[in-house]
């Protein structure tokens, strides 16, 4: 095998830094191929929480190298933050961690432009962090680049021509016009620590797939939120499915053999939008509570609901899931019993996907499940799991019309049953 994709497959947040914290062993490259920081990945290790927004999770098992390509938005003060915190832990970061040339540059303009939007008169419930206006700024090709901050003489006219495109959204919107010069020196200085991590990365996945490599690409957030195949215009503004991988990390699609998706056992998502599942009061509190759902970006409360099988299975269709790993499951212990949403009905007929234009309006059709008591944290089989759990985890199976591999039962690396090298499918 070359290339296996791991991607969310329902609202985000579904756990893909913890799958890829257990797949990078096997492989010698991973790679992020979309989003921003908006995204965050926990992970837990030997009780500690470790929490990235840009550097892939593999770069907590030695050896292996991590290329942020470019069909990321990279802000560097983020970066910087990070490849500093890893390296407070003794993580080696230098020669390991690749920043492509071409990934466009979260810049103050774009924070303020989020935060101007945010909070006018129709929020959709961005993170506030800039990435929607720098994928703007990419598609208007006028964006900066990761290359553009080792050049003073390209960055400067570059962002002074970008500052001067936004003039008239920031001011109608009574915000402050960044200084260019004062971001160009800062941004600049940036560049500089940065210059042994920036490079030609498609170069070096065309090489590792020419090599005959392991290649794990890393998507952030999750179908539902993708720019095309998600819950429009609440979504973020890249392609977060699968076939994002080939143009954000410069593959063609034959390289990739499989294609992993992360589901939680039940739903979340963060933001506006619809939620058709969406679990409200003590219910919500306490599926909220047991799972700690609350951003690792924005620290938000994140909505919970049960399992949306019609989302699931578009999130297997759009992205030709081989296989799904299932996240969370410990969370739903203790509960009497547990709803699966497996149809929605709209205007009087019954939907096995979501709709185009009225995800708002479905109903979910529900089934009814037994739940289970019992702690599964140390379970390392599916057979071993209580009978009520081994039944959810078929009936999410059989639903979603694609096979179950891994399964979380806990919140750190250890706790996954059915663990296996996702190369040696």
């Not at 296989?323 to 497996?342: H, S």
């Not at 599916?382 to 399964?407: F, K, N, Q, S």
Request: proline share 6%; charged share 25%; with cysteine.
């Amino acid at each position: 095998m070359s290339a296996v994709v791991v991607v969310g497959a329902q609202w985000g947040d579904e756990g893909k830094g913890k799958v890829v914290d257990l797949y990078a062993p096997y492989a010698d490259l991973v790679v992020r191929y979309a989003g921003g920081a908006n995204a965050g990945h926990t992970l837990v290790v030997k009780g500690e929480k470790v929490i990235l927004h840009l550097v892939p999770s593999g770069i907590l098992h030695p050896g292996g190298r991590c290329v942020i390509a470019q069909g990321t938005v990279l802000d560097p003060e983020v970066l910087l933050a990070e490849l500093e915190a890893l390296a407070a832990r003794g993580v080696q970061v230098e020669g390991r961690v690749l920043v492509s040339n071409r990934a466009h540059v979260v810049m103050p303009q774009h924070k303020l432009i989020d935060e101007l939007r945010e909070t006018g008169d129709q929020p959709i419930g961005t993170t506030k962090r800039g990435i929607g206006p720098t994928y703007e700024d990419k598609v208007a090709r006028r964006g900066i680049r990761m290359g553009d901050l080792l050049d003073a003489g390209r960055l400067r006219p570059k962002l002074a021509q970008n500052i001067e495109a936004w003039r008239p959204f920031i001011e109608a919107r009574g915000g402050e016009v960044p200084d260019a010069k004062a971001i160009a020196a800062r941004y600049l200085e940036m560049g500089e620590r940065l210059r042994p991590y920036i490079q030609d990365t498609a170069t070096v996945v065309a090489d590792a797939v020419r090599q005959g490599k392991r290649l794990l690409l890393e998507g952030a957030q999750g179908t539902m939120l993708d720019i095309d195949h998600g819950t429009y215009p609440f979504v973020t503004s890249s392609n977060a499915v699968a076939g994002g991988a080939c143009a954000g990390a410069g593959i063609g699609p034959t390289v990739i053999d499989e294609v992993i998706g992360i589901a939680k056992a039940y739903a979340t998502r963060v933001g506006g939008g619809p939620f058709p599942t969406e679990l409200h009061g003590e219910a919500g509190d306490a599926l909220r509570t047991a799972g700690a759902e609350f951003g690792s970006t924005t620290g938000r409360p994140r909505r919970c609901g049960w399992l949306d099988l019609p989302a699931l299975r578009l999130a297997v269709r759009v992205n030709g899931m081989s296989e799904i790993a299932l996240t969370k499951l410990d969370v739903l212990t203790g509960l009497d019993e547990l709803k699966l949403c497996v149809a929605y009905e709209l205007d009087g007929e019954r939907l096995d996907e979501p709709p185009y234009d009225a995800f708002d309006r479905v109903v979910p059709i529900y089934e009814t499940l037994p739940g289970w008591s019992e702690s599964i944290q140390a379970v390392e089989r599916r057979e071993d799991l209580p009978d009520a759990a081994r039944r959810y985890v078929e009936r999410i199976e059989t639903l979603a019309g694609c096979e179950i591999g891994i399964i979380s039962v806990g919140p750190d690396r250890v706790h996954t049953a059915d663990l296996r090298d996702p190369f040696a499918r």
